[in-house]
Nanobody, 127 residues
Framework: VQLQASGGGSAQAGDSLRLSCAVS????????MGWFRQAPGKERKFVAA????????YYTDSVKGRFTISKDTPDSMIILQMTDLKPDDTAVYYC?????????????????????WGQGTEVTVSS
């Protein structure tokens, strides 16, 4: 499985950004796809996840209502649409894939669940 993240950049508070993760090499529908972020000097944290099979989703509380994770099946991509950005959203964002089915909670929230990681894409939000 290969993952290629893109779409990061600089934004002002309140702006929107769209991150994409191009996915290749999946061997079935039994995958969890996640977005994590790592702010400078801090540990990597869960942001959102989606099941490839049925597109069910799960979000960390701080992004609920602002971020939307979705799957673009024809283009084999995972999208993270981010709106109402805040300076606290500043981080390097990573997409990840886990060869695992079942409920997203709690497994999808843990970075060790994921088998494959893309390179990060940086998001900087200024006030």
């Amino acid at each position: 499985v290969q993952l290629q993240a893109s779409g990061g950049g600089s934004a002002q508070a309140g702006d929107s950004l769209r991150l994409s993760c191009a996915v290749s090499g999946l061997t079935s529908d039994g995958y969890m796809m996640g977005w994590f972020r790592q702010a400078p000097g801090k540990e990597r944290k869960f942001v959102a996840a989606i099941k490839w099979s049925d597109s069910s989703t799960y979000y960390t509380d701080s992004v609920k209502g602002r971020f939307t994770i979705s799957k673009d099946t024809p283009d084999s991509m995972i999208i993270l649409q981010m709106t109402d950005l805040k300076p606290d959203d500043t981080a390097v964002y990573y997409c990840a894939a886990a060869a695992r089915s079942g409920s997203l909670w709690p497994s999808a929230l843990v970075s060790n669940t994921y088998d494959f990681w893309g390179q990060g894409t940086e998001v900087t939000v200024s006030s």
